[in-house]
Each structure stands twice: as structure tokens, then as C-alpha cells.
């Protein structure tokens, strides 16, 4: 079973940056795809970012339209920890952020919430004007 354990969020001012970590156990996958997804309260859960892997060597990245070219994905193998670095953040941005892994690549921008067999439990990331 993965587990999953987000970590890294906060209160920031807008135009701030921040970090956020997701450490995982170890995919049993040979090929996986990996994800961060943000909830807002009285919202649906929606796509941040999501980044391919085939026998540890990262393959292709994803973002949604909200957050190209402030946010960038990446994992660093070698500790199977998922990072989402974020900068120029908005009060829009405010939310609960969550990682998940699916078994299997994601394809292009077709991956969405249902997909995802393995989630974390959520960092907090709260963004004042």
C-alpha cells in the first residue's frame, strides 16, 4: 500500500512563495504518474500539476492553466519525495493541496481526480491579499 504525507504549507502574503513536500513509501509501480490536486472550502477538488515516471526517471509534466509558469512539479527520486514549488501565489491559491499516485501514465492533460488509487492526507496553504 502507498502511503502518502504532504507536508509544507502555511499562511503566506500574496506574492509569496512556498514549498510543498510529499514524502512517499516507495511506488510498487513500474510506471506511475503523481499529482498534486487543491480543494477549496464549498469547492470541488481540482488538477494543480502532475508529473510521469517510468523506473525512476521522470517523463513529463502537466499544469493546469491557473498555475502555468508560477508553479513547477518535481520529485526527487533517489528520496521518493514529490515537491510543488510555488511562487507568485494568489489569495485565489488558498487551499487544501493533496498528492496522489495512480499506477500508469497520465496522457497529456486526460487525468482527473477519479483516477488516483493513493492520496495523502492534505496540507493547508492559505494566501492573504
Known amino acids: 500500500q502507498v502511503q502518502l504525507v504532504e507536508s509544507g504549507g502555511g499562511s503566506v502574503q500574496a506574492g509569496g512563495s512556498l514549498r510543498l513536500s510529499c514524502a512517499a513509501d516507495?511506488?510498487?509501480?513500474?510506471?506511475?504518474?503523481m499529482a498534486w490536486f487543491r480543494q477549496a472550502p464549498g469547492m470541488e477538488r481540482e488538477r494543480v500539476a502532475r508529473?510521469?515516471?517510468?523506473?525512476?526517471?521522470?517523463?513529463?509534466?502537466y499544469y493546469a492553466d491557473s498555475v502555468k509558469g508560477r508553479f513547477t512539479i518535481s520529485k526527487d527520486n533517489a528520496n521518493n519525495t514529490l515537491y510543488l514549488e510555488m511562487d507568485s501565489l494568489k489569495p485565489e491559491d488558498t487551499a487544501m493541496y493533496y498528492c496522489a499516485e495512480k499506477p500508469g501514465y497520465c496522457s497529456g492533460g486526460n487525468w482527473k481526480t477519479t483516477d488516483f488509487k493513493h492520496w495523502g492526507q492534505g496540507t493547508q496553504v492559505t494566501v492573504s491579499s
Open positions: 516507495g511506488s510498487p509501480y513500474v510506471y506511475y504518474c
Open positions: 508529473i510521469n515516471n517510468f523506473h525512476n526517471t521522470d517523463t513529463g509534466t
